[in-house]
Every structure is written in C-alpha cells, then in structure tokens.
C-alpha cells in the first residue's frame, strides 16, 4: 500500500520565524489532508489539497500530485502553533487514511 | 456545527475487562471511521462504515475487537477482555461521503478516547 513519509521528524523555531514542512507520498493520490494536533491531541483540519495551492492565514500548503509530495508553510509562527503536524492520505481499500509519522515543532518565544 | 464527538474522553479499566466507545459523527456524514494512535505505531485505521452497510472487519487487530454502527449513525467500538496493548487512544472520523476509487471527502476528527489498561 501506500507509504507517506513526513520531514523533518521535530523542528525547533524561534518565535516569527518561517518554516515548511514536507510530506511525500509513494503512489498517486486523489486526495491529501494536513493536520495539525494540539498538545491535547485533537486532530485539526488544516488543509484539503489533492493539488495545487491554499492558503489559510500564516498557513498554506501546495501539493505537487505528479511528483508525489506536499509542503505545508507556516510564517510568523507563533507558540500556539506548536504540536504535531500530520499529513495523510488515502491508501486503504477503504478510503481510511495512511498517516505519515508527523512533524513535531515546537515554537519558542 | 457540532463537530465528532467521543465518550468517554478517558477510560481506565484493568487487564481482561470490556470497554466500550462512543462516537457521534457530524449530522449528515455517511461515512464513519475508526483510528487508533499509540505511542511507536502512529495512528493506524481499525474499521470504516458506509451508512448502514455491514464493515469490513479486516482493519480490526484482533478478533477482541467489535464495532457497530446503528441507523447510520451513532458507533461503538467495543474490545473485549481488554490486554495492556489496547492502552492507545481510539479517534474517530467522519467524512461527508466517500467516493468510489481512492478519493474521499475531508474526514473530520473527534477529540478521541485515551484507553489505559492496566
């Protein structure tokens, strides 16, 4: 089935700074999500992104579906931004979702 | 809108007792899935329903596991004589529809259920 392979594993930032983060993918995809989970583990919505580009506030993500990866960008980062950041994608016969094993950042002031 | 809700939000029970979980989709999903994420294995999928339509039971780890869906709605998972491996937390997802082939609509997280067995 399909792999999804997230980078960096953690990722440091110092408050305002920028940064993205990279999720490829082995096999062709109908359909890409971005989430991001909170210190209290509720998984967030970030992004829907099958291909091309969004942007929501200091976030936006592009996915290059040819290529088989995905960034997601974070600018100005703030503290609240720290967690873990998940990409996924469709890759069971049911249409659950392959998780890639996250990105964790962590944002100092 | 009200988003996935689970209960409980934390279960403790000791090593061989029944657990069983709650999950309220988001009105008007069809589609309704289980995750389970623990520490070293990521979150990983248990079992997914099609409105009232009998899963596939394949996702599940072992055969403990049972889920059931009712009038297209509401699940519960349950796990039978509950072993220290089942300690994980269980979310839930639910998506508008999913489509046939590979693509599926956006899936919407509950806030999970953190299982300790002790």
């Known amino acids: 089935g399909i792999q999804v392979e997230q980078s960096p594993p953690d990722l440091i930032l110092q408050e305002g700074a920028n940064s993205t983060l990279r999720c490829n993918f082995s096999d062709s995809v109908n359909n890409l999500q971005w989430f991001h989970q909170n210190p209290w583990g509720q998984l967030i919505n970030l992004f829907y992104i099958p291909s091309g580009t969004k942007q929501n506030g200091r976030l936006s993500a592009t996915t290059v579906a040819t290529e088989r990866y995905s960034l997601l960008y974070i600018s100005s980062s703030q503290t609240t931004d720290s967690g873990v950041y998940f990409c996924?994608?469709?890759?069971?016969?049911?249409?659950?979702?392959?998780f890639g094993k996250g990105t964790k950042l962590s944002v100092k002031p | 809108g009200a988003g996935v809700s689970q209960s409980p939000s934390n279960k403790v029970t000791e090593k061989g007792k029944d657990v069983e979980l709650r999950c309220d989709p988001i009105?008007?999903?069809?589609?309704l899935y289980w995750y389970r994420q623990s520490l070293g294995q990521g979150l990983e999928f248990l079992i997914y329903f099609q409105g009232n339509s009998a899963p596939d039971k394949s996702g599940l780890p072992s055969d403990r596991f049972s889920a059931e869906r009712t009038g297209g709605s509401v699940s519960t998972l349950t796990i039978q004589r509950t072993q220290q491996e089942d300690s994980a937390v269980y979310l839930c997802?639910?998506?508008?529809?999913?489509?046939?082939?590979?693509?599926?609509?956006?899936?919407?997280f509950g806030p999970g259920t953190r299982l300790t067995v002790l």
């Open positions: 997802a639910s998506s508008f529809y999913r489509t046939s082939g590979m693509s599926t609509d956006t899936q919407y």
């Open positions: 009105s008007g999903h069809t589609a």
């Open positions: 996924a994608a469709p890759g069971g016969s049911q249409g659950n979702l392959i």
